[in-house]
């Protein structure tokens, strides 16, 4: 069965530090791969997906990156943290098929 | 105005009671979501409908494409369902499968 794991599970970083978010999943091929952004009192947005290796489509202007490395593992990165990056982060999956999301990731940029 | 708008925005209820959670929407669509966000931040994928009805054990989703509307039932309530119900619409519109619209959700606290 297919498995997606994410990793850490909460974060504090100070403004202006690195980050590197990863993601995995396990049992599926060529998955359609997401991160999204929850942020405090808002709905989910998406930020990246990838449809394949190297291939990354951005949906809004920010200071993050995202980048997929291998078929299943999708890594969200930033050079320089803000404070409005803070927010829980999800990656997801799916191939012609609903969305399975990891458990996400708690970001607070101090 | 939100594209995706879901009431009511926080539900309390009592363990038995029938709970229905609404979902209506602007644009176009091909596709719309209802998931499950637990406390601790996990999201489940509980439907995806594009028409009709589908029911997976006491819940049960529909969807009125004309009338642009949703709705989430939930059937002999208990406290483990509690949690934030997020409806989401996948825009006819393009982009991927993944560029969906969310509604902010909807908090269901359901009391022994």
């Known amino acids: 069965s297919q498995t997606i794991h994410q990793w850490p599970a909460t974060l504090v970083q100070p403004v202006g530090s690195p980050l590197s978010l990863e993601c995995t999943v396990e049992?599926?091929?060529?998955?359609?791969l997401y991160w999204y952004r929850q942020a405090a009192g808002r709905g989910l947005q998406l930020l990246f997906y990838?449809?394949?290796?190297?291939?990354i489509s951005s949906e809004v202007p920010q200071n993050l990156s995202a980048s997929r490395p291998q078929d299943r593992q999708f890594i969200l990165s930033s050079k320089k943290l803000l404070l409005s990056d803070s927010g829980f982060y999800l990656c997801?999956?799916?191939?012609?098929?609903?969305?399975?999301f990891g458990n996400g990731t708690r970001l607070t940029v101090t | 105005k939100n594209e995706v708008e879901q009431s009511p925005q926080n539900l309390t209820a009592q363990e038995g009671e029938f709970i229905t959670i609404n979902c209506s929407y602007s644009?176009?669509?091909?596709?719309l979501h209802w998931l499950q966000q637990h406390p601790g931040g996990g999201i489940v994928s509980l439907f995806m409908?594009?028409?009709g009805k589908k029911k997976h054990g006491r819940l049960i989703a529909t969807i009125n494409i004309q009338e642009k509307h949703s709705s989430l039932h939930i059937t002999a309530s208990h406290p483990r369902d509690s949690a934030v119900y997020i409806c989401?619409?996948?825009?006819?519109?393009?982009?991927?499968?993944?560029?969906?619209?969310f509604g902010k959700g909807t908090k269901l606290s359901v009391k022994p």
């Open positions: 997801a999956w799916n191939y012609n098929s609903p969305l399975h």
């Open positions: 049992g599926t091929s060529n998955p359609n």
């Open positions: 990838s449809v394949g290796i190297g291939q």
């Open positions: 644009v176009g669509i091909s596709a």
């Open positions: 409908l594009s028409s």
């Open positions: 989401a619409v996948k825009p006819n519109y393009g982009g991927s499968q993944g560029n969906l619209i």
